[in-house]
T-cell receptor, first 108, second 115 residues
Framework: AQRVTQPEKLLSVFKGAPVELKCNYS??????LFWYVQYSRQRLQLLLR??SRESIKGFTADLNKGETSFHLKKPFAQEEDSAMYYC??????????FGDGTTLTVKP | NAGVMQNPRHLVRRRGQEARLRCSPM?????VYWYRQLPEEGLKFMVY????????ESGMPKERFSAEFPKEGPSILRIQQVVRGDSAAYFC?????????????FGEGSRLTVL
């Protein structure tokens, strides 16, 4: 069975500081990993996926198979980044597992 | 292409009543997922359905909860004899199938309040 762990339920940083949201996973196969974001009063939406290897809104995430991690990073946090972030794993059978989420607060 | 539509957006029920939540996936999507978000908690997987089939219901409570995705019409999450602990936001997501992208498209959620 797959599992996604986000060890930090709450994370608070000051504007301009670097931020890293941790995500660890366990899955015996080859997973697809995603970060989803939920801004206040908005629907959950995809932020980025590991296969794209892209940077969205300044965020990047690198899949580290050795450490089974997919941490989300941004060098300079902005107040508008305050949101709830979910790490998610999708198997090739279409099963999805989300972490418990991390609420990021960026203080001015 | 309209996004994932969920209704009702807000539902109030008294203990013991039934709650029915509906989800219309995006056009062309044949896979639907239901998640529950309890107050101050994260998103918890409930059930994964394809048209007329339940693929994975490992996250569904054993009693009172059921889900369907008929050939025609929306997917429905049904909660019988609701209790206060069922108060939560219920989110639906859809995807076109098992694809390389794997992206899920979410609805805005249905917020159930049990009095």
């Amino acid at each position: 069975a797959q599992r996604v762990t986000q060890p930090e339920k709450l994370l608070s940083v000051f504007k301009g500081a670097p931020v890293e949201l941790k995500c660890n996973y366990s899955y015996s196969g080859s997973p697809e990993l995603f970060w989803y974001v939920q801004y206040s009063r908005q629907r959950l939406q995809l932020l980025l996926r590991h296969i794209s290897r892209e940077s969205i809104k300044g965020f990047t995430a690198d899949l580290n198979k050795g450490e089974t991690s997919f941490h989300l990073k941004k060098p300079f946090a902005q107040e508008e980044d305050s949101a709830m972030y979910y790490c998610a794993l999708m198997t090739n059978a279409g099963k999805s597992t989300f972490g418990d989420g991390t609420t990021l607060t960026v203080k001015p | 292409n309209a996004g994932v539509m969920q209704n009702p957006r807000h539902l109030v029920r008294r203990r013991g009543q039934e709650a029915r939540l509906r989800c219309s996936p995006m056009k062309g999507h044949s896979h639907v997922y239901w998640y529950r978000q309890l107050p101050e908690e994260g998103l918890k997987f409930m059930v994964y359905l394809q048209k007329e089939n339940i693929i994975d219901e490992s996250g569904m409570p054993k009693e009172r909860f059921s889900a369907e995705f008929p050939k025609e019409g929306p997917s429905i999450l049904r909660i019988q004899q609701v209790v206060r602990g069922d108060s939560a936001a219920y989110f639906c997501a859809s995807s076109p199938g098992v694809t390389a992208t794997g992206e899920l498209f979410f609805g805005e959620g249905s917020r159930l309040t049990v009095l």
